[in-house]
């Protein structure tokens, strides 16, 4: 090996980063994801079928804006504390849950049909509750 080649091939091996720890294979990585060691958030309630229709009823019907939904959702529930892209990104997988398209698309979202479609929903529903999602 020549003195240039020497000398490349030391360069180039000092420009490797340092090992960070043992190396993890594949095995390691499942155990310590089933373990359950990476920091915790805090836990997510399920949303209930009367949350997901005020959702959809004060932003369809009602027309309000995710700050006021957001304050009204955590008045009507209290102890499961939501926030506006929660509630937002919630209300976009219920649009596809219920078969209401056209949501992301060119704005065609809150018309009539769309209306109609949670008004038909209302029905499942206590007529008070219903009622009292537009107090």
Known sequence: MSQAESFAS???????PPALGPARDDKCMRISYIADVSPSR?????YTDEEEFAIMYMKVVLGLEWKAI?????ARFP???RSNGGLS???YRI????????????GGENGPRDVEKV???ARRFDARFVASLGQ
């Open 10 to 16: 030391r360069t180039h091996q000092s420009q490797q």
């Open 89 to 91: 990104s919630k209300y």
């Open 79 to 81: 102890g499961r504390s």
């Open 119 to 121: 008004s038909e929903i």
């Open 70 to 74: 957001t304050e009204r959702m955590n």
């Open 95 to 106: 649009r596809e849950k219920w078969d209401m398209s056209g949501a992301r698309v060119g």
């Open 42 to 46: 805090e836990e997510r309630l399920e």
